[in-house]
């Protein structure tokens, strides 16, 4: 059974730059059967994609955070990680990995199947 | 961007009853990529359906999927206590996938 966690710095300040990982168990991540993910939700809100990632290093950013996101995969360490920087009170949520499948037609986006537990990053001064 | 409206808001229901939720998308979702998700409170979101129809391993069978274009329904036959939760449509059909806000099903 493919299991997710993430782990994370904690408390933020904003101009900050967010690292997260993604620890993978139960599978590898460089299978090829999965893209590997991030997505977050805000306290008391809906969520947004943030990006996937390919085990080849291929990645796909959401356009209103591509400036700010880095995503990368170690396959040696069976993990992903995400790097969000300059950091504002608007990136604070609840963080999440989860797996990625990409539909099969071009442009498409992804679902999410396997979702990590979710990791909390306040951000304040 | 694909913009999702999710009706109603909250919706007030018994264990029982059918529920049906609407998802509609500012414009045609390519392909029927719509996914439905489960968030229970306080857990991590589940995946429920994909590309409109298909239920994810391991979802009963009292939840289905249906819609094309750019109208979506989710619905749950007979609510389990289990199956009170918000739930979020998604679009994937573009390269920038986006989730409407969300409808609660709560306990009347």
């Known amino acids: 059974q493919l299991q997710l966690q993430e782990s994370g710095p904690g408390l933020m300040k904003p101009s900050e730059t967010l690292s997260l990982t993604c620890n993978v168990s139960?599978?590898?991540?460089?299978?090829?059967?999965?893209?590997w993910g991030w997505i977050r939700q805000p306290p008391g809100k809906g969520l947004e994609w943030i990006g996937s990632?390919?085990?080849?290093?291929?990645?796909f950013y959401n356009p209103s955070l591509k400036s700010r996101v880095t995503i990368s995969v170690d396959t040696a360490e069976n993990q992903f990680s995400l790097k969000l920087s300059a950091v504002t009170a608007a990136d604070m949520a609840v963080y999440y990995c989860?797996?990625?499948?990409?539909?099969?037609?071009?442009?498409?986006?992804?679902?999410?199947?396997?979702w990590g537990q979710g990791t909390l990053v306040p951000v304040s001064s | 961007e694909i913009v999702l409206t999710q009706s109603p808001g909250t919706l007030s229901l018994s264990p029982g009853e059918r529920a049906t939720l609407s998802c509609r998308a500012s414009?045609?979702?390519?392909?029927?990529?719509v996914a439905w998700y489960q968030q229970r409170p306080g857990q991590t979101p589940r995946l429920l359906i994909y590309?409109?129809?298909s239920r994810a391993n391991g979802i009963p069978d009292r939840f289905s999927g249906s819609g094309s274009g750019t109208d979506f329904t989710l619905s749950i036959s007979r609510l389990e206590p289990e199956d009170f939760a918000v739930y979020y449509c998604?679009?994937?059909?573009?390269?920038?996938?986006?989730f409407g806000p969300g409808t609660k099903v709560e306990i009347k």
């Open positions: 414009q045609r979702v390519p392909t029927s990529y």
């Open positions: 990632i390919y085990y080849s290093g291929t990645t």
């Open positions: 590309g409109a129809s």
């Open positions: 998604h679009q994937y059909g573009t390269s920038a996938g986006t």
């Open positions: 139960g599978g590898s991540i460089n299978s090829g059967r999965h893209h």
């Open positions: 989860a797996t990625s499948i990409r539909g099969f037609t071009p442009g498409a986006g992804f679902y999410f199947d396997n």
